[in-house]
């Protein structure tokens, strides 16, 4: 194929690579469904999960589901939080903050609901972690295979045999503390 042959045929719309799918408006809920109580919102491009003297739990569900697909997404937040993002139902989790249960940050290590625990902690995060500044945290959910980087620095890989093949992305405030976290720029590319 000569230049300008190669050129064309990248400039075709089904040669285009497709852009990441916004998934969070900067607006509102739309797209989007609460598990638990009520203590999301959204304003000026900002998704917020903020519990109250209640202390309830609550899961913020895409109306979408996923197979393989790289989330991306800036977080921030400050003090002792519990949170994190479910990748295709409610037993992988990939940590964001403190675990109720070891008492220290756990940021990008997996969760494995039906284990009770950490299989697997990511390395490097406390170095990578700006406390109370905008972070940024990419999961590439490739069948049973989670990838993690954090700020651009890739913390973990994890096989998980709870694996799902196709479920929503959820997004949560912990039962049992009071938190606020705050999401931005959410985005997801299906492979």
Known sequence: MNHKALIAALLLPGFAAA???????????????????????????????????????????????????????????????????????????????????????????????????????AEGVKDLLKAGEWNHMKIVAKGDTYTVSLNGTQVIEYHSDTARESGPVGLQVHPGVKMKIEFRDVTVDSH
């Open 19 to 121: 852009a990441p799918e916004k998934i969070f408006n900067g607006t509102g809920l739309e797209g989007w469904k609460t598990k638990g109580a009520a203590y999301w919102s959204a304003a000026d491009g900002v998704l917020k999960g903020e519990s109250d003297d209640k202390k309830q739990g609550s899961v913020l569900w895409t109306e979408k589901e996923f197979r393989d697909f790289t989330l991306e997404f800036d977080f921030r937040f400050s003090g002792d939080i519990d949170s994190g993002v479910f990748l295709r139902h409610e037993v992988d989790q990939i940590q964001i903050g403190v675990s109720r249960s070891l008492k220290r940050d756990l940021t990008c290590s997996p969760y494995i609901g039906s284990k009770g625990g950490y299989p697997q902690e």
